[in-house]
T-cell receptor, first 111, second 114 residues
Framework: GENVEQHPSTLSVQEGDSAVIKCTYS??????FPWYKQELGKRPQLIID?????GEKKDQRIAVTLNKTAKHFSLHITETQPEDSAVYFC??????????FGTGTSLTVIP | DSGVTQTPKHLITATGQRVTLRCSPR?????VYWYQQSLDQGLQFLIQ???????AKGNILERFSAQQFPDLHSELNLSSLELGDSALYFC?????????????FGNGTRLTVT
């Protein structure tokens, strides 16, 4: 089955700096890659997603890039703010299958 | 608000007991997923239903079972509870049974087994 690895497990950045979280997947059939943000004790919330026919997608300060050849995708957060502090999960899925989640990255933005 | 409703929000019970967690998906969503999240852990996939039928199974214990009813709500039954079953249980729904539409999570049920 699919295996998703996520790095780093923890990340601390100064407010205003950029943060990058990377995920790799194993199954080339995976074609949909969402990112979720989970604040402490709350539900995971979709923040951005990308499909395999697109290499990059941007939404204000958040962007996701996908390299199908290398089987990795990354989340980029620019101009980080304290409210960006949370756990971020990447996931990979393929048509007709369930979602495979990474192990999460705990991001701390230091004011 | 995601539109996915989970009840109850909190549940405290003793070892050996049985509980039922309930989930109502977003309007129009046919697929329901259950995930378990232990303290400081990731999201462990338990089971998925699509339009009333089991679609995929993850690492769900034999003591756990689930079903999706004709009105598309789902229930997760946990029996012979152990201390290690204490966790946050999330339900998520999506439009399709295929894995290329986003999951929308409910607020979860926090289960504490004492």
């Amino acid at each position: 089955g699919e295996n998703v690895e996520q790095h780093p497990s923890t990340l601390s950045v100064q407010e205003g700096d950029s943060a990058v979280i990377k995920c790799t997947y194993s199954d080339s059939a995976s074609n949909y890659f969402p990112w979720y943000k989970q604040e402490l004790g709350k539900r995971p919330q979709l923040i951005i997603d990308i499909r395999s026919n697109v290499g990059e997608k941007k939404d204000q300060r958040i962007a996701v890039t996908l390299n199908k050849t290398a089987k990795h995708f990354s989340l980029h957060i620019t101009e980080t703010q304290p409210e960006d502090s949370a756990v971020y999960f990447c996931a990979a899925s393929m048509t007709g299958n369930q979602f495979y989640f990474g192990t999460g990255t705990s991001l701390t933005v230091i004011p | 608000d995601s539109g996915v409703t989970q009840t109850p929000k909190h549940l405290i019970t003793a070892t050996g007991q049985r509980v039922t967690l309930r989930c109502s998906p977003r309007s129009g969503d046919l697929s329901v997923y259950w995930y378990q999240q232990s303290l400081d852990q990731g999201l462990q996939f338990l089971i998925q239903y699509y339009n009333g039928e089991e679609r995929a199974k993850g690492n769900i214990l034999e003591r756990f079972s689930a079903q999706q009813f004709p009105d598309l709500h789902s229930e997760l039954n946990l029996s012979s509870l152990e201390l290690g079953d204490s966790a946050l249980y999330f339900c998520a729904s999506s439009v399709a049974g295929v894995g290329n539409s986003p999951l929308h999570f409910g607020n979860g049920t926090r289960l504490t087994v004492t």
